[in-house]
């Protein structure tokens, strides 16, 4: 069984981002998490295409570009120019999510669709046979170090379920809170992509602790059907 680990840079210094992901990286990282925000859909304002420029030139793993902004239509060229293997899109700010996530898809990018701690797993019904993968927030999205929100468990169930009955086999990502104490029961639940910030880069040793966090993820078995 797969389990990605996406170190989310949100919480390393923005003054060494190259440093961080070379951590990351030389600790297993599979992907890393890239998290944009415009200070409108979320309170906090990050990056933007530029910096994503900068980041794929460094990067050896690909790019998982996160976005929490407004409008997204109005930038997926513009990521996937900049270099970003996956984008994800919430659903909450989109009235056309079908016409959105074939848009990613044919410029050659995987769609990602998410999910708020409040949105309902069937917002996704009619969508699951499209996306390439669907993220589940285990926070309320805008800022690392906030504390899992235990029913985003028994939702990524609920989402492995909905992609089975759909006949897709995309991955389910989860972001928010994650740890090495809870990533079992997330991998349990049928999760397969992990983010994680501040269990990452707010440690002494992020190599070290993306090599932990990994062991904790493989470790886990799920227990649904992937
Ligand atoms: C939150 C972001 C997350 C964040 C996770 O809005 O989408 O990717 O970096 O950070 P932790 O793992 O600290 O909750
Ligand atoms: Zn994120």
């Known amino acids: 069984m797969t389990v990605q680990i996406a170190p989310s840079i949100l919480s390393a210094?923005?003054?060494a981002l190259g440093d961080a992901?070379?951590?990351?990286?030389?600790?297993?990282?599979?992907?890393?998490?890239?998290?944009?925000?415009?200070?409108?859909?979320?309170p906090n304002i990050t990056i933007g295409p530029p910096v994503v420029t900068s980041l794929k030139?460094?990067?050896k793993v690909p790019l998982d570009?996160?976005?929490?902004?407004?409008?997204?239509?109005?930038?997926?060229e513009a990521f996937a120019e900049a270099g970003a293997s996956m984008l994800s899109v919430h659903v909450e700010v989109l009235p056309?999510?079908?016409?959105?996530?074939h848009a990613i898809q044919a410029l050659g990018v995987k769609a990602g669709v998410v999910i708020n701690p409040a949105t309902p797993v069937a917002s996704l019904s009619e969508i699951a046979g499209d996306v390439d993968y669907v993220l589940v927030m285990s926070v309320n999205p805008g800022f690392g170090g906030q504390t899992f929100i235990a029913r985003s468990e028994s939702k990524v169930r609920d989402v492995r379920a909905l992609l089975a009955r759909a006949g897709n086999a995309a991955p389910v990502e989860i972001d928010g809170?994650?740890?090495q104490r809870n990533v079992g029961r997330v991998v349990a639940a049928g999760a397969s992509i992990i983010v994680?910030?501040?269990?990452?880069?707010?440690?002494a040793d992020p190599e070290r602790a993306t090599r932990e966090l990994k062991a904790a993820a493989l470790g886990a078995t799920p227990t649904v059907p992937r």
């Open 13 to 15: 210094d923005f003054a």
């Open 177 to 179: 809170g994650i740890d």
């Open 57 to 59: 030139r460094i990067a």
């Open 196 to 203: 994680a910030g501040s269990a990452i880069f707010h440690t």
């Open 96 to 101: 056309h999510l079908h016409r959105t996530v």
């Open 21 to 42: 992901i070379a951590a990351a990286e030389r600790g297993g990282a599979d992907l890393i998490h890239v998290d944009v925000m415009d200070g409108h859909f979320v």
């Open 65 to 76: 570009v996160h976005l929490m902004i407004e409008e997204p239509d109005r930038y997926l």
